[in-house]
Nanobody, 120 residues
Framework: QVQLVESGGGLVQAGGLLSCAASGSIFSTNDMGWYRQAPEKQRELVAAITPGGTPTYADSVKGRFTISRDNAKNTVYLQMNSLKPEDTGVYYC????????????????WGQGTQVTVSS
């Protein structure tokens, strides 16, 4: 099993940093990312990053958010700048994990979510 522990979030104004550390039965991690869910809306991708460091961003956060990762620590970060009230929501960490070198497919894991509330 794999556990994703998120930190950061809370009531923020201009910016903030989210962190998510994966631990447990991990041989390697594939893509890692952040999703968010606003009240009464579906969960959406915010940003994702490949093991090699190639990022993908939702159009709504491009130029404001930066995703990064530390492969040695199985940790992914989301630096959020120029926050807007519409960035408010529960942010979930996601990791796609290989448990062993013989796994033919990756397994999908989620963090418990951390609330980000942007004050106007």
């Amino acid at each position: 099993q794999v556990q994703l522990v998120e930190s950061g979030g809370g009531l923020v104004q201009a910016g903030g940093l989210l962190s998510c550390a994966a631990s447990g039965s991990i041989f390697s991690t594939n893509d890692m990312g952040w999703y968010r869910q606003a009240p009464e809306k579906q969960r959406e991708l915010v940003a994702a990053i490949t093991p090699g460091g190639t990022p993908t961003y939702a159009d709504s956060v491009k130029g404001r958010f930066t995703i990064s990762r530390d492969n040695a620590k199985n940790t992914v970060y989301l630096q959020m700048n120029s926050l807007k009230p519409e960035d408010t929501g529960v942010y979930y960490c996601n990791a796609r994990v290989f448990h062993t070198r013989w796994d033919l497919k990756e397994y999908d894991y989620w963090g418990q979510g951390t609330q980000v509330t942007v004050s106007s």
